[in-house]
């Protein structure tokens, strides 16, 4: 009977510190997994703050040309990306009588590959919306969104065309009609590929401006603008004041080329 009493003292021990063994091991795996998922969104958050404010250093300088901007983008444990052929847009104007495309070039973009995440908000627009050209009063051509890398989610910055309409009295007895369409193009930016903080310039190199104009003979109501953006198509219509003699119709369309670089101090 005592060497049996002396056998189970051992085997309580061992069956305690089993049992606080995996207490402990649990306890750990929960508080690791709890401190990467904070440390996860933190990134996330970070990213989509050093994007959103790279954004606003380049609506500083957009249609002022000669201005710049610099920003030290943060280390939020993923990599910085410009891509300055990405984004090809294609615009065609055409009333239903008559079309041409007056742009087809890549407008460039920036992208932050996120580190991994299981809250990356995939889908997500924190500016602008998934609409590929716009022409409503107060819209925003920015589109900074959340989408699915190669590898990882990204956070994406690229511009969007707009399109405004106005009147300028009558030419030759027919309503003139001023068709502006604007574009941002980002396709001279410096290729970057990096991690960590990088010092950033922003630089409006100019504003270009060309005009197509339609002198016709009958009476449109609209004036399509279609637009394909990487593969994405969308179509706004601009109302035309026309008349028994025709129409002036005059599409303007303004280019402000910026550049994104690496900022040497």
């Not at 690791?32 to 990213?47: D, E, F, P, R, Y």
């Not at 009333?95 to 809250?119: M, Q, R």
Request: glycine share 6%; aromatic share 8%; net charge neutral.
């Amino acid at each position: 009977m005592k060497s049996k009493k002396a056998f189970s003292i051992p085997i309580t021990f061992l069956m305690l510190f089993a049992s606080l063994f995996v207490v402990i091991s649990v306890t750990y795996y929960f508080a690791v997994s709890k401190v990467t998922t904070n440390s996860q969104m933190l990134n996330v958050s970070s990213a989509k703050q050093n994007m959103n404010t790279l954004e606003q250093t380049v609506q500083y300088v957009l249609w002022q040309p000669g201005s710049s901007k610099t920003y030290e983008f943060g280390d939020c444990g993923g990599t910085l990306k410009t891509e300055p052929s990405a984004n090809l847009l294609t615009i065609n104007i055409t009333d239903g009588t008559f079309s041409e495309v007056i742009f087809n070039s890549s407008i460039g973009a920036v992208a932050y590959e996120l580190p991994y995440s299981k809250s990356a908000d995939t889908g997500l627009y924190l500016k602008g919306t998934s609409q590929v050209v716009e022409n409503k009063t107060g819209a925003v051509m920015t589109q900074l969104y959340i989408e699915s890398g190669e590898e990882h989610p990204e956070i994406t910055l690229r511009y969007r065309p707009k399109v405004t309409v106005t009147t300028a009295g009558t030419q030759n007895d027919k309503p003139v009609n001023n068709v502006r369409i604007y574009v941002v193009n980002l396709n001279t930016s410096q290729n970057i590929h990096l991690m960590g903080k990088i010092p950033l310039k922003s630089s409006c190199v100019n504003a270009e401006t060309s005009v197509n104009s339609y002198n016709v003979s009958y009476s449109p109501s609209t004036l399509a603008v279609q637009v394909t953006l990487s593969g994405r198509q969308a179509q706004v219509s601009a109302p035309i004041e026309s008349n028994a003699n025709g129409a002036i119709i005059n599409v303007e369309l303004v280019v402000c080329n910026t550049t994104i670089e690496r900022w040497d101090r």
